[in-house]
């Protein structure tokens, strides 16, 4: 249960002053719906008025703050005229205020002549006259802040109204106790949390007071993290070994690689335990990590259990399915697919066979979670592909068998390493570092898009030598905020190119719709796919050997990699052309160039997080939500190590949650909604 001293920040932002349902919209755009969001949603820049007593010529070009006067209102009789306000300054220095728009009364009430106020603007010079457009303010006294911080927005709200309802937040905000251990936060000078919370909205640049606020986050996220790798080996589950049985019947067209080999061993260590394995397989794409999947399914089934296997969409699930299904032809192995659309007699067929034990292995979406789904035996869950998965999955999957199953979750995004163990600390890891043989480097060309024409007559040759290809773009339709190729539209021009050659995937289709697609392309039956990036993950044609990627220079670096992984997964040369605009900023223009460099998704994932810098980690888009609100990567690195030594000194030397800090910590845990961790300790 949240502490009480914590609830006038988890209030509804509505219970601010002034924040009615209009203004309510525009924040949850921003994502913030309660008090504690508002005092979360830093300044990313700050606009520095230099305080004048004088205006002076030297100070042409910069934000000033500085008392005028009122002498003269100079208006014109027509209604596009500026209205101009002539002022003095205390030494009798005159300045034009020009106001563009409007009535001229407006800047009468706002100015009346004669009244001396504190205006702040960029001043100006025109001619021999200085001058003032649209100050930024005009207030009376010494209201203006010397710096003032400039806040994320939305459409319908400014950097100003965010400022005044964070100062009302701020008075909500409590004396907590301190969590950080007494030395390390002497050692930094940071101040007290409620201190850091008020110096960072004053003053932006402020750096002792956003590592702070950063550590706690960290922190908080490395202490949830310990606890759940904690209870988890506490918890008795049930031990899986098998006897190799069914492994020994697999006839594979391939030898698996060493790193296959190694990490099929790790997970047939940590399942022979009573300990529910919770491990993280990271490989990349076309590393092969289904057949490693495919083994650790198969010890748990010689062991005499089930096996879930859960894919983050309906493609990919339905994929899954029939890859396996091939690969176990002839084993005595029944396996089946559930996704939501599955209905009726179908559907109640394979819940009977779960239940009754018939079904060994299921592979699914999340339907394979839902209340009505239960299972004779669940011993193993495969997570691929799945961002999301996180604490309140794992509950799920506890009630589904008769202990704790054991979990591998597997990413083909590969993770920078400070971000695998912010996020994924408490797992055991392993990492597929080695391509199957055979495998060629894809080869990456960047060229603009002036010369998509010739791209077109590129894929016709293409295609007359029997090749599949993908073109993918961004978009789905046309609009207004964007001037991206629709792929829509560009699947018309390429079917009246190549005819009913060409097909079209996107994420607004019916599922069945996209299956018939699918169907027919891994078919040969559709020479080109167009496509929206639906088909980023774990889309296996080994006869689609060109992949056209649109308006590349919009993509992130994660996203690209995992678009550029849909070719090269059959034998002999694959092609990825990135097609670029002819603006290009150096951040983009880093992207394709490292693209066109390396085949390598950990170098990729490293360099992704060090342009990305304080923006979006790895694509939310792709990743799911991010980890973090207040650490940066940057501070995330330089933090994360004092963070986890933290958290073990809490543990093992402070008595844990239940000494004296860890009361404090717990209080973090919920201050950052990292709570679910105390939930997952209350549970077992």
Not at 443 to 461: C, F, P, Q, S
Not at 538 to 563: K, M, S, W, Y
Request: charged residues 25%; contains cysteine; hydrophobic residues 40%.
């Amino acid at each position: 249960m949240r502490p009480d001293i914590l609830n006038p920040l988890f209030a509804e932002v509505t219970s601010l002053k002034g924040v009615g349902p209009s203004l309510a919209r525009p924040l949850e755009r921003l994502r913030i719906s309660r008090v504690i969001d508002l005092l979360f949603h830093l300044p990313t820049g700050w606009i520095d008025r230099l305080p004048r007593d004088e205006l002076m010529q030297g100070d042409v070009g910069r934000t000033i703050v500085i008392t005028l006067t009122a002498r003269e209102y100079r208006t014109s009789s027509s209604p596009r005229a500026p209205t101009r306000v002539q002022a003095t300054d205390t030494h009798g220095n005159t300045i034009s205020l020009t106001f563009f728009g409007g009535s001229s009364g407006w800047a009468k009430k706002l100015f009346p002549i004669g009244e001396a106020k504190r205006v702040s603007g960029k001043l100006e010079q025109y001619g021999d006259q200085l001058q003032m457009v649209h100050p930024e303010q005009i207030e009376d006294g010494d209201g203006l802040r010397e710096r003032e911080a400039i806040y994320p927005l939305s459409e319908g709200i400014t950097s100003k109204r965010i400022a005044a309802l964070v100062a009302q937040a701020l008075t909500r905000v409590p004396v907590l106790p301190e969590w950080i251990e007494p030395s390390l936060k002497a050692k930094h000078d940071w101040p007290d949390w409620h201190e850091a919370i008020a110096r960072v909205h004053a003053d932006p640049a402020d750096a002792r007071a956003r590592a702070r606020l950063a550590y706690d986050e960290v922190f908080a996220n490395q202490l949830a993290l310990s606890i759940v790798r904690a209870d988890t080996r506490r918890r008795r589950g049930r031990a899986l070994a098998g006897d190799g049985r069914l492994r020994d019947l697999l006839r594979l067209p391939y030898t698996p690689t060493g790193a296959q080999s190694r990490t099929v061993r790790e997970i047939e260590g940590d399942l022979a335990q009573s300990a529910p394995m919770l491990r993280l397989l990271q490989g990349d794409v076309g590393a092969g990590k289904t057949l490693v999947a495919l083994m650790a399914l198969l010890i748990a089934i010689e062991a005499g259990a089930q096996g879930a296997m859960l894919a983050p969409t309906e493609i990919l699930a339905r994929q899954h399915y029939d890859s396996l299904r091939r690969l176990l032809a002839g084993l005595p192995v029944e396996i089946a697919v559930l996704t939501g659309r599955d209905k009726g007699r179908a559907r109640e067929a394979t819940l009977m066979g779960l239940a009754n034990g018939s079904i060994d292995l299921l592979v699914g979406t999340h339907a394979i979670f839902q209340e009505a789904v239960g299972y004779k035996d669940l011993g193993l869950v495969v997570v691929d592909e799945q961002h999301r998965f996180g604490v309140a999955q794992r509950l799920l999957l506890q009630d589904k068998g008769r202990v704790p199953p054991h979990v591998l979750a597997m990413t083909a995004t590969p993770i920078p390493r400070t971000l695998t163990l912010a996020r994924y600390g408490e797992m055991d890891q392993s990492q597929l570092d080695e391509m199957p043989p055979g495998r060629e480097p894809i080869e990456t060309r960047v060229m603009l898009e002036e010369r998509t024409d010739e791209v077109v007559n590129a894929l016709g040759r293409h295609l007359s030598e029997g090749k599949q290809a993908y073109w993918v773009c961004p978009l789905v339709e046309e609009s207004e905020t964007s001037d991206l190729q629709a792929a829509e539209a560009r699947a018309e021009t390429l079917v009246s190119r190549f005819g009913n050659r060409v097909g079209l995937v996107h994420g607004r289709m019916k599922p069945a719709e996209k299956d018939a697609v699918m169907a027919r392309f891994s078919a040969g039956e559709l020479g080109v796919l167009v496509a929206t990036t639906v088909i980023e993950v774990g889309v296996d044609v080994p006869n689609a050997t060109l992949i056209v990627i649109e308006h590349a220079d919009r993509f992130g670096l994660a996203q690209l990699h995992q678009l550029r992984g849909r070719v090269g997964r059959g034998g002999g040369k694959s092609v990825c052309l990135l097609l670029r605009g002819s603006a290009l900023s150096e951040t983009a223009r880093a992207r394709l160039a490292l693209m066109r460099e390396t085949n390598d998704g950990f170098r990729i994932a490293e360099e992704d997080l060090r342009l990305r810098g304080g923006g979006e980690l790895l694509g939310t888009r792709q990743s799911g939500e991010a980890v973090f609100r207040l650490a940066t990567p940057e501070l995330l690195g330089e933090l994360l190590p004092s963070a986890t030594d933290d958290t073990r000194l809490l543990i093992d030397r402070d008595g844990g949650l239940a000494g004296a800090r860890g009361q404090a910590a717990r209080v973090a845990l919920y201050l950052f909604d990292r709570d679910q961790g105390v939930q997952l300790l209350r549970s077992g």
